[in-house]
């Protein structure tokens, strides 16, 4: 203010704008409901940042911990879009672009979610005054550099938290946490020792960890629960859905409630829900009544019930043998490798995880669960390799592709040449697995799994190629797959594998999926293969015989199993003749 000249027509103007600017460094809440813009769910605009209540109950929180310990140590679990998110990129953005010396981190747990999040960040830049602007230089998708402030706001997502490598960090903002997945740990080992301690009432440090939960967040879900012992100098906050002021409805005079919604109330009006929420929480049951664990989990009440499987949900594999087979069994694969004409061809960051090479004299199945996986949104699709005699995964491929192009095509024929023509064991039900069945026909491959009638007593054997979802064949696959864990006869090595089985549920009598966040790609995949291999180790089917010719035409659509036009009687076994498999 000092250095503007008095006599200056800009006089009043420049002097208004620097008090603006100097009220903006030293008040947060100035900033935010006056200048700092964004899109609103309530209105058609761009109206600022005025904290709603959920917002205004992390602040208090916040600079009541400030106050105390001199800085801000936070791990929030919280309801979906409560606004959580907005406020912590918000003080990111007051405390780079109005103070200086500082670097702020905001991690999410995948590339598209840290892009929308970084354009929450620009959005607030952008609609600044240009008076209150700094001058910046910044990369579209991760980085703003405030050149005056000698500041700065960097964007990453869990699988590259490098783009911080070597800087001292005194804003972080974790996201979505809980869906970090394996990546959880090594995030932690990267990020936390480059983290200020800074402590004062203007200059100091902030790290907070949010997420909501999502079954299968294990590292979210110790830590926060070791900062509810306080065990460590995080504090804890939960946000419940019922406190988000969006979260209500309009109640009909003769509505009629639940018992579940009565008690409901019972147990939490006292902590603000009411029945508008209520009406609100039903409309979402309706929207998501596919998945209803998504209300649940997205949409909680508490803490504990955030992490407690629904009624008539439960995992589909035995926790105690799921331990036994972390603790044991999973290891890092040997080499990773691209499957040819000549073999696994050792590649750095190829796309087969391999533990054991093929071996002589040895039968091996592949189960492979395929999805239109062209982007890192979509799908996995996974291959899964499993050596016949003793049901030990032995490799793994799991990446996004075109299952329709000739790279796809290529890498699962030679990975099934490559295992000693491996019996393979496709997903046909969304379509793309019939453009790899006929590409692997035209090749000839040898030996491909074909249907068997189950409850015949022949268990004949069908003509048809590759396995379809059917309700009850889905039964039998995650049965067969689930009795052969809880008796102990299988090897798993692939830690993602492990992952996917931990957070795999039966909903239901006859509903199988992963966990909301989760992928259940892999566990498909190896499924298939185990029930490829069982199928060839009780002998209902002769296996890596040459395929016979197809029958006629069937007259049934082709997602029909029509058993008495398909069934193949030459290679029908009856079931009470068959030999216990001797190994």
């Known amino acids: 203010v000092t250095s ?25 809440l100035y900033l935010a409901s006056n200048y700092l813009r964004i899109k609103s769910k309530d209105i058609i605009g761009f109206p600022t940042l005025k904290l709603n209540p959920v917002q205004q109950h992390i602040h208090a929180v916040a600079e009541d911990q400030l106050k105390r310990t001199g800085y801000i140590r936070l791990v929030v679990g919280k309801s979906r879009q409560v606004g959580s998110s907005t406020y912590w990129q918000a003080r990111a953005v007051h405390n780079t672009a109005f103070k200086s010396n500082r670097n702020a981190l905001i991690i999410a747990h995948d590339e598209p979610s840290a892009i929308e999040i970084f354009s929450i960040t620009k959005g607030f830049y952008d609609a600044l005054p240009a008076e209150l602007k700094p001058k910046t230089s910044y990369d579209a998708k991760q980085r703003m550099l405030f050149q005056g402030r000698n500041s700065k ?17 005194h804003i972080v903002h974790m996201t979505e946490a809980a869906r970090y997945g394996d990546r959880a740990d090594l995030v932690q080992a990267s990020l936390f020792p480059t983290i200020s301690e800074a402590r004062g009432s203007d200059d100091h440090s902030i790290v907070v960890v949010e997420s909501t939960s999502v079954i299968g967040g294990e590292w979210f879900k110790a830590f926060a629960e070791a900062a509810q012992r306080g065990d460590t100098e995080y504090e804890f906050l939960f946000i419940p859905a019922f406190e988000h002021h969006a979260y209500t409805a309009p109640v009909p005079d003769d509505v009629e409630w639940s018992y579940e919604e009565r008690e409901m109330l019972r147990q939490y009006q006292a902590q603000g829900m009411t029945r508008g929420f209520l009406m609100w929480r039903r409309a979402q049951i309706q929207k998501m009544r596919s998945n209803p664990l998504l209300v649940l989990q997205e949409y909680p009440n508490d803490w504990p019930g955030s992490w407690v499987l629904p009624k008539g949900a439960m995992r589909v594999f035995d926790d105690t043998q799921l331990e036994v087979i972390r603790t044991h069994q999973i290891k890092p694969p040997k080499f990773r490798a691209v499957p040819t004409s000549t073999g696994l061809d050792p590649t750095l960051n190829g796309p087969v995880e391999v533990w054991h090479e093929p071996q002589p004299e040895t039968f091996y199945d592949v189960g492979i669960d395929i999805s239109e996986g062209r982007t890192d949104a979509a799908d996995w699709t996974v291959a899964c390799v499993v050596r016949r005699d003793t049901l030990e995964q032995v490799a793994q491929m799991r990446l996004h592709i075109n299952p329709a192009s000739q790279d796809f095509i290529d890498l699962i024929y030679w990975l099934g040449m490559t295992y000693n023509a491996a019996q393979l064991n496709p997903d046909i039900t969304g379509g793309w697995g019939n453009t790899l069945l006929t590409e692997l026909q035209m090749r000839s491959y040898p030996n491909i799994w074909r249907w068997r009638r189950r409850d015949d007593a022949k268990q004949r054997v069908s003509t048809r190629l590759g396995f379809l979802f059917t309700r009850r064949d889905k039964a039998t696959l995650v049965s067969n797959a689930a009795a052969l864990v809880a008796r102990g006869d299988v090897i798993v090595r692939s830690e993602t594998l492990c992952d996917e089985m931990w957070t795999f549920l039966n909903i239901g009598l006859d509903e199988w999926q992963a966990a909301p966040g989760c992928y259940d790609d892999t566990v498909i995949a190896w499924a298939l293969a185990l029930l490829s291999a069982y199928d060839e180790r009780v002998g209902s089917n002769p296996g890596g015989e040459e395929m016979p010719p197809a029958k006629g035409a069937t007259k049934a659509p082709w997602k029909y199993h029509d058993v008495d036009e398909d069934l193949d009687d030459s290679s029908a076994h009856a079931a009470v003749t068959i030999e216990p498999w001797k190994g």
């Open 4 to 28: 503007i000249d008095p006599q200056s027509p800009d006089f009043l103007p420049a002097y208004r704008w620097a008090y603006e600017r100097r009220r903006c460094e030293q008040d947060f």
């Open 153 to 169: 706001i960097l964007s990453a997502h869990a699988a590259n938290v490098n783009v911080a490598a070597g800087q001292m960090l």
